[in-house]
């Protein structure tokens, strides 16, 4: 049987880097998505497998995620502002689409999907929130918020 492979969007940022260290640590075999314009210093010790592609590349997710059984997706444009704000949609929401489509063709086992703390509600009775607590995309300040909770 042949070795798995696990794929990582966002590896080039802080936790995308980290979540290739402890993927390595563990044994697995690691891809690692990259814009071409990507800075790839902090992977370069890795000695990863590089795919050059881009989230609102179809065809070239089509061909990154080939032969990969897990996928992190840790990518994101988190701006808190932007000239244009559709990028940021572009990036987060339609990327993330782009990414799960190409992992459902190419017959993906598992995505792990990393959001933002942002996206979860603030409880009204002053208690810690989590996943569960009541939100709404009208809560949701600023693009990058409001493209990670879509």
């Known amino acids: 049987m042949a070795e798995e492979i696990t794929l990582v969007t966002g590896a080039t940022g802080f936790i995308g880097s980290h979540v290739v260290r402890q993927l ?31 989230l609102r590349d179809q065809s070239s997710l089509s061909r990154c995620v080939q032969g990969c059984q897990k996928v992190f997706h840790v990518a994101a444009d988190y701006r808190l502002w932007a000239r244009n704000p559709q990028e940021i949609y572009d990036n987060n929401v339609g990327g993330t689409r782009n990414l799960l489509s190409a992992c459902c063709e190419a017959g993906v086992e598992k995505v792990v999907y990393t959001s933002t703390v942002g996206t979860i509600g603030m409880r009204k009775d002053g208690l810690p929130a989590d996943e569960n607590s009541p939100v709404k995309l009208d809560d949701m300040i600023g693009h990058y918020k409001r493209s990670k909770f879509m």
């Open 24 to 54: 390595l640590l563990r044994g697995d075999r690691v891809r690692i998505l990259a814009r071409n314009s990507s800075r790839k210093k902090n992977i370069e010790t890795f000695g990863c497998e590089i795919a050059i592609g881009d």
